[in-house]
């Protein structure tokens, strides 16, 4: 665990500080709450219960067992959520196994959300994310009726796995909130056609985003450009579409983190930055300091 500073009543540990923590494992400890009980000194693990939306920013969300305080994370830090507390105290979630802890994490989330979003909005966001999630289970059963009609046996399991060997088809089905990486990497693992993964990913960004910053020829770009990489990636996957076999050939988080690691290796050995080894060119970005200290050396 992380020094606690002197005054702090909420302190992070080291893992979560340091970005170390898989944000998707419900239950672990992000860090500690002090604080004086009849007063006695106590210090309460704050419990990760996944990924929340407050306005447009996503922020871990962390609980403690038998409180009412409600806990906030982002890049490391984790925070008291202020003057606002949940209605009842939060139940144990020791003894539970993956799916009732997904469950408790959930309830808790809905609780967290009727709590500091208002009734109008937490209600529109909740009906957008049922509709989403309607919608993926729709795409995903006519997937698995497709590959029945070939003589291929699929299920929302496979689906899910051929996207991330940790996810359960609840990650794929019954996800928490919609997000344009969720979308994407669905259309992928679907080899949806494009106009209809264009119209999945616009859907999840407005979600998510609250704004309709991403518009339909945005959202097919996101698409193509997607598939134009795992297409490179994984060849089996550009010739058989949804009824590749990812048994044979990982899955499309591993694909892709690989390639962002050889990008990183490629940029240090070549000496050039990440971001051209990326196909971006930054010029004048805030002055862009880099490429005048470039200058300035030659």
Same mark, same amino acid.
């Given at each position: 665990?992380?020094?606690?500073?002197?005054?702090?009543?909420?302190?992070?540990?080291?893992?979560?500080?340091?970005?170390?923590?898989?944000?998707?494992?419900?239950?672990?400890?992000?860090?500690?709450?002090?604080?004086?009980?009849?007063?006695?000194?106590?210090?309460?693990?704050?419990?990760?219960?996944?990924?929340?939306?407050?306005?447009?920013?996503?922020?871990? #969300?962390?609980?403690? *067992?038998?409180? !009412?305080?409600? +806990?906030?994370? =982002?890049?490391?830090? %984790?925070?008291? @959520?202020?003057?606002?507390?949940?209605?009842?105290?939060?139940?144990?979630?020791?003894?539970?196994?993956?799916?009732?802890?997904?469950?408790?994490?959930?309830?808790?989330?809905?609780?967290?959300?009727?709590?500091?979003?208002?009734?109008?909005?937490?209600?529109?966001?909740?009906?957008?994310?049922?509709?989403?999630?309607?919608?993926?289970?729709?795409?995903?059963?006519?997937?698995?009726?497709?590959?029945?009609?070939?003589?291929?046996?699929?299920?929302?399991?496979?689906?899910?796995?051929?996207?991330?060997?940790?996810?359960?088809?609840?990650?794929?089905?019954?996800?928490?909130?919609?997000?344009?990486?969720?979308?994407?990497?669905?259309?992928?693992?679907?080899?949806?056609?494009?106009?209809?993964?264009?119209?999945?990913?616009? #859907?999840?960004?407005? *979600?998510?985003? !609250?704004?309709? +910053?991403?518009? =339909?020829?945005?959202? %097919?770009?996101? @698409?193509?450009?997607?598939?134009?990489?795992?297409?490179?990636?994984?060849?089996?996957?550009?010739?058989?579409?949804?009824?590749?076999?990812?048994?044979?050939?990982?899955?499309?988080?591993?694909?892709?983190?690989?390639?962002?690691?050889?990008?990183?290796?490629?940029?240090?050995?070549?000496?050039?930055?990440?971001?051209?080894?990326?196909?971006?060119?930054?010029?004048?970005?805030?002055?862009?300091?880099?490429?005048?200290?470039?200058?300035?050396?030659?």
């Amino acid at each position: 665990m992380g020094l606690r500073p002197k005054h702090k009543e909420v302190v992070s540990n080291k893992a979560y500080h340091e970005g170390r923590i898989d944000i998707r494992r419900i239950g672990l400890t992000l860090g500690w709450y002090y604080r004086k009980d009849d007063g006695v000194k106590r210090r309460y693990p704050i419990i990760n219960a996944g990924m929340i939306h407050v306005g447009i920013t996503s922020h871990v #969300l962390g609980l403690c *067992i038998g409180r !009412r305080d409600i +806990f906030i994370g =982002r890049d490391g830090l %984790l925070w008291k @959520y202020p003057k606002v507390l949940l209605n009842h105290t939060v139940p144990t979630a020791h003894d539970l196994n993956k799916e009732d802890l997904q469950a408790w994490a959930d309830a808790c989330a809905r609780s967290v959300i009727d709590r500091i979003t208002p009734n109008s909005e937490a209600t529109v966001t909740e009906r957008s994310n049922r509709r989403y999630r309607k919608i993926i289970r729709a795409l995903v059963e006519q997937r698995i009726l497709d590959a029945a009609s070939l003589g291929y046996e699929r299920n929302a399991r496979s689906y899910a796995r051929c996207i991330s060997s940790s996810w359960t088809d609840q990650d794929l089905l019954n996800t928490r909130h919609a997000t344009i990486r969720h979308a994407t990497l669905v259309s992928l693992a679907l080899a949806l056609e494009a106009d209809k993964a264009a119209q999945l990913i616009e #859907l999840a960004a407005l *979600i998510e985003m !609250r704004v309709p +910053f991403v518009s =339909r020829e945005a959202a %097919l770009s996101i @698409y193509q450009q997607s598939v134009s990489l795992l297409a490179r990636l994984c060849p089996q996957w550009w010739n058989q579409g949804h009824l590749c076999d990812w048994n044979m050939v990982g899955d499309i988080d591993r694909l892709f983190r690989a390639q962002y690691v050889r990008m990183i290796e490629d940029a240090w050995d070549n000496g050039t930055q990440f971001e051209t080894m990326g196909g971006l060119a930054l010029r004048k970005l805030v002055g862009d300091p880099f490429a005048e200290e470039q200058e300035g050396e030659e």
